[in-house]
């Protein structure tokens, strides 16, 4: 009797604790508005993607083409997160990536649009899947970068890495997007994905060393380019950072950000 007592008041506290998501009913009206005038016409009524603008077609500066589907809500999965992989996003992760938007995707930013349209949309987005009311939020990932990002020697040393992990695999010797791999792979929605090429300079995720750093730590989750959270330590997923931005061609922004302070 005293176990069960204790069973009942332990699963109480648990259902108290739980931070469920519940709509703001104001928000997703406000959120629903801006959708149907701004998002819509590429992700669609329903949230799946199909919009009337249901494709984007690129050609990559490698010469690689493909198309580019505007995300399906439905299935609850995203790239640009914060949070570990597995994980759903923060609403700070998919604010900023409405605000800014994607580049090399055709996924326009919406700087326009206020704060507040900004976090009602994003509310609305998050009523197209049930993942939303089913998971707990996870925490996101914390990041401190060390002075010496982009010094000659952590450049060398996530070189290796590079090639030690078999990032070349899909990405490329030379980060051109153009490895072994690169023509095969395909995103967790069955369609046709090319992988960065680090020439472009420009991160889906929006150019900073953290952003670098988390699509290494975090992953792209639907996307195929896996999260190094486990297999690497915080200090070589680092050494990748300097590795990319050279690949990147952009060694020298790294002092903007507190970086290159080298023995
Ligand atoms: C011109 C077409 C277009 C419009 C307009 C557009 N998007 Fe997108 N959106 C895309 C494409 C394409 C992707 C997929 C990009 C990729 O995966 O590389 C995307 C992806 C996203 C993602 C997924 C990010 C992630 O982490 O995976 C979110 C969130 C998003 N859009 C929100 C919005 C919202 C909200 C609006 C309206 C305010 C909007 N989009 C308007 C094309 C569009
Ligand atoms: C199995 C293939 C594969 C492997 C292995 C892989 N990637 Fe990726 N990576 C991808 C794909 C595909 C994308 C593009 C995702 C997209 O555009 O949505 C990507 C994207 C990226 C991006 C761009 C993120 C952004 O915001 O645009 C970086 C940086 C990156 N990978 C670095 C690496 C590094 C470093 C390694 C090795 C430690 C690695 N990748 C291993 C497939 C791979």
Same mark, same amino acid.
């Given at each position: 009797m005293r176990v069960l007592i204790l069973g009942i008041i332990l699963l109480g506290a648990a259902g108290f604790l739980r931070a469920e998501w519940k709509p703001d009913p104001e928000l997703v009206k406000l959120g629903k508005k801006v959708y149907m005038s701004r998002c819509v016409i590429c992700h669609g009524e329903k949230g799946d993607g199909r919009g009337i603008i249901g494709v984007i077609h690129r050609v990559e500066k490698s010469g690689l083409v493909w198309t580019i589907y505007p995300? &399906?809500?439905?299935?609850?999965?995203?790239?640009?997160?914060?949070?570990?992989?597995?994980c759903l996003p923060t609403d700070e992760d998919l604010m900023r990536t409405v605000r800014n938007g994607i580049p090399r995707s055709g996924m326009p930013g919406h700087a326009d649009l206020s704060e507040k349209e900004i976090r009602a949309v994003v509310e609305y987005i998050k009523t197209f899947s049930e993942r939303w009311r089913e998971e707990e939020p996870c925490e996101p990932i914390k990041v401190k970068m060390p002075?010496?990002?982009?010094c000659p020697d952590s450049v060398a040393k996530g070189k290796e890495l590079y090639k030690k992990m078999k990032c070349w695999e899909c990405h490329g010797m030379e980060g051109k997007g153009d490895g072994p791999k690169a023509d095969q792979l395909k995103d967790d929605w069955g369609d046709k994905i090319v992988p960065f090429d680090f020439t472009t300079g420009a991160l889906k995720m929006g150019f900073a060393p953290d952003r670098l750093y988390l699509a290494f730590t975090a992953g792209l989750d639907g996307s195929g380019m896996p999260s190094y959270q486990d297999s690497l330590t915080d200090e070589e997923r680092w050494h990748l950072v300097s590795y990319a931005l050279k690949l990147m061609g952009?060694?020298? &922004?790294i002092k903007k950000y507190g970086g290159g302070v080298c023995k």
């Open positions: 995300r &399906d809500f439905t299935s609850g999965v995203f790239k640009f997160r914060s949070t570990p992989s597995g002075k010496w990002v982009g952009r060694l020298d &922004d």
